[in-house]
């Protein structure tokens, strides 16, 4: 069982950064495939990013390509989301998925194995 727990959310004006994490503990992290996910007030859960076990592929959602960057240390079993040039459109609360089978694009799904409990990210106009 791998626990998932996103630290890293807050408030931020437009044009703004944030880096969010998800620390991964109960299983072998390398082992897995991890992403990210958002969901904004009304709507459905949607993919953002995805990196493949060895972080050597990476995958992302058209909306956040070229501002957002998904990297993971296997040494410290976290995965971070890097945001930047934050628009109010990327409101959302942010989730962090693992999963053991998926490829990078498979993670798109999102029928993932675990989730974490989500960090809230506004962004201020």
């Known amino acids: 069982q791998v626990q998932l727990v996103e630290s890293g959310g807050g408030l931020v004006q437009a044009g703004g950064s944030l880096r969010l994490s998800c620390a991964a503990s109960g299983g072998t992290f390398s082992r897995y495939t991890m992403g990210w996910f958002r969901q904004a007030p009304g709507k459905e859960r949607e993919f953002v990013a995805s990196i493949s076990r060895s972080g050597g592929i990476t995958n992302y959602a058209d909306s956040v390509k070229g501002r957002f960057t998904i990297s993971r240390d296997n040494a410290k079993n976290t995965v971070y989301l890097q945001m930047n040039s934050l628009k109010p459109e990327d409101t959302a609360v942010y989730y962090c998925?693992?999963?053991?089978?998926?490829?990078?694009?498979?993670?798109?799904?999102?029928?993932?194995?675990?989730w974490g409990q989500g960090t809230q990210v506004t962004v201020s106009s």
């Open positions: 998925a693992a999963d053991y089978f998926s490829s990078t694009a498979g993670m798109v799904a999102g029928k993932n194995d675990y």
